[in-house]
């Protein structure tokens, strides 16, 4: 398992001032069979891409959604590489609208329960619940969240497996997923009785730094959404006054990973409740 945070802000756009919705998707690194740390270094936000292509041979890519899961990383991976691909083999007519997030939340609660029946199918009785996992769609079609959630009370397996659906309303704060999720409600509360600031990204990194769950460690990952699509983001530290941003992904360095020629690998980074935004580089 892990914990997933979703989080709805507002940001002024620095060019004209006018203020925009932004998703913030966090969550941590670490996969747990038992009590066996399986690895720290696992992708549980990507980007859902979309294209359209039409009889005139062109093809058209819409702003990505996010996605984000807590559970089984095999059903999840394999419920999202199904998914993106039906969603890259779309189909119509010039000037076709995206589509939108419920309708792509529904495509991957469809392959969701096929994925979870063929693993569920092959495991003993007793491992079942190893196959389950929860996810959430975001994006906007304007201004939408949805959730994609398997709230599973049937005996498994079963020809009855039902993905439940629905939207998730963000106006209230923070939605959560995962067994870390009261460790987190815990920790969010503390954060404010302190004064501290408790958005998904400090509350995460405190649960990291103070390993309450075994399942719940390694890195803090972090994305945002908006009206112009998805972005993996790094997070800004602060020393000594100075912002100190890293081109990294789950701890590994971009600047030691091979490089195309003529470019560099850069991402963008947000400030630690400071409302700082910059795209940071390797050098």
Same mark, same amino acid.
């Given at each position: ?47 859902? !891409? ?29 419920? !999202? ?104 409600d815990k920790a969010r509360a ?40 998805f972005y993996q983001v790094e997070?800004? !530290? ?44 390797? !050098?």
């Amino acid at each position: 398992m892990t914990i997933l945070s979703v989080e709805l802000n507002k940001l002024v756009n620095p060019d004209n001032g006018h203020p925009f919705d932004v998703v913030y998707i966090c969550a941590d690194s670490r996969v747990t069979r038992g009590q066996t740390v399986t690895t720290e270094l696992a992708p549980k936000i990507l980007p859902v !891409h979309m294209a359209v292509g039409n009889k005139h041979g062109e093809r058209h890519y819409f702003p990505p959604y996010g996605f984000g899961f807590a559970g089984s990383v095999l059903s999840a991976s394999l419920t !999202h590489g199904v998914a993106e691909h039906c969603l890259m083999a779309l189909f119509g007519d010039r000037g076709s609208v995206q589509p939108t997030v419920e309708e792509v939340a529904r495509i991957y609660a469809f392959v969701a329960e096929s994925q979870v029946r063929e693993i569920g199918a092959r495991l003993p009785m007793e491992d079942a619940q190893a196959a389950l996992f929860e996810a959430v769609v975001c994006g906007f079609s304007p201004d939408t969240t949805r959730e994609l959630h398997e709230p599973f009370t049937l005996p498994y397996p079963s020809p009855d497996l039902q993905v439940r659906c629905h939207e998730v309303d963000l106006s209230g704060g923070v939605f959560r997923i995962g067994l870390g999720a009261n460790e987190f409600d815990k920790a969010r509360a503390e954060m404010s009785a302190n004064g501290e600031n408790p958005t998904c990204v400090n509350v995460i990194e405190k649960l990291l730094e103070q390993q309450l769950h075994q399942s719940v460690g390694g890195y803090l990952q972090a994305a945002t959404v908006d009206p112009s699509g998805f972005y993996q983001v790094e997070l800004i !530290h602060y020393t000594d006054r100075r912002a100190i941003p890293d081109a990294k992904y789950l701890g590994i360095d971009l600047a030691g990973i091979p490089r195309p020629k003529n470019f560099k690998f850069g991402q963008r980074a947000i400030g630690d409740g400071r409302g700082q935004t910059q795209i940071v580089t390797t !050098h």
